[in-house]
């Protein structure tokens, strides 16, 4: 009489193993995600929305806590006093965290004012300009004008914050420094499209 098969009773080691691995890949993935959601830290947030080029004041700023998102590179509340004072070099919504990159550093000059230009494709270059890039802004025909009339005169500048493309991705919005003199012809220059930037030549 032959004797009953046992190979339906037996564990595979193989099987075990593998059982055990899973078990413990387990408990490794859940002790990851447990210990991203308890660790969180104190980081800075807007209270109201801020918009590109504003100071950034004490009242704009709140502290909450977030957990370590990859690829997020917030600001720890402990630098709250040096936010204070700095530009935003971007728009900041309402309750968004704030970033490195969305602050601008980059103060005025004495004797300087800030003017906001909206420039179309041709009127500026290429390749978006980072804050502290010396300009000239070169006066340019009205729209709509003959294009063949004199037109003349320059102004020399620096940009404020960085360079940022429009919403509808149709100009680049930049905010430049010029002197104090030269501000108000600029600002109406810039209210009538009729300015156009390039890079200054560094000496």
């Given at each position: 009489?032959?004797?009953?098969?046992?190979?339906?009773?037996?564990?595979?080691?193989?099987?075990?193993?593998?059982?055990?691995?899973?078990?413990?890949?387990?408990?490794?993935?859940?002790?990851?995600?447990?210990?991203?959601?308890?660790?969180?830290?104190?980081?800075?947030?807007?209270?109201?929305?801020?918009?590109?080029?504003?100071?950034?004041?004490?009242?704009?700023?709140?502290?909450?806590?977030?957990?370590?998102?990859?690829?997020?590179?917030?600001?720890?509340?402990?630098?709250?006093?040096?936010?204070?004072?700095?530009?935003?070099?971007?728009?900041?919504?309402?309750?968004?965290?704030?970033?490195?990159d969305?602050?601008?550093?980059?103060?005025?000059?004495?004797?300087?004012?800030?003017?906001?230009?909206r420039l179309?494709?041709?009127?500026?270059?290429?390749?978006?300009?980072?804050?502290?890039?010396?300009?000239?802004?070169?006066?340019?025909?009205?729209?709509?004008?003959?294009?063949?009339?004199?037109?003349s005169?320059?102004?020399?500048?620096?940009?404020?914050?960085?360079?940022?493309?429009?919403?509808?991705?149709?100009?680049?919005?930049?905010d430049?420094?010029?002197?104090?003199?030269?501000?108000?012809?600029?600002?109406?220059?810039?209210?009538?499209?009729?300015l156009?930037?390039?890079?200054?030549?560094?000496?």
């Amino acid at each position: 009489m032959a004797n009953p098969s046992t190979s339906g009773g037996r564990r595979r080691p193989t099987w075990i193993a593998a059982g055990v691995l899973a078990i413990c890949l387990g408990g490794l993935g859940g002790g990851f995600l447990y210990s991203q959601a308890v660790h969180t830290e104190e980081v800075l947030a807007v209270t109201e929305r801020v918009s590109r080029g504003e100071v950034i004041e004490a009242e704009d700023l709140r502290v909450v806590p977030a957990g370590e998102l990859p690829g997020v590179d917030s600001v720890p509340a402990s630098q709250r006093d040096s936010v204070i004072g700095t530009r935003a070099a971007t728009d900041l919504p309402r309750g968004s965290l704030l970033t490195p990159d969305s602050l601008s550093e980059t103060e005025p000059r004495p004797g300087m004012v800030q003017v906001g230009l909206r420039l179309t494709p041709g009127r500026t270059p290429t390749q978006l300009l980072p804050a502290g890039t010396a300009v000239t802004l070169i006066i340019v025909a009205a729209p709509g004008s003959d294009p063949t009339a004199t037109t003349s005169g320059s102004f020399p500048g620096t940009t404020a914050i960085d360079a940022r493309p429009s919403e509808d991705g149709s100009a680049v919005l930049v905010d430049v420094w010029v002197t104090a003199e030269h501000g108000p012809t600029v600002a109406e220059l810039a209210a009538t499209d009729r300015l156009a930037l390039i890079t200054a030549e560094q000496s």
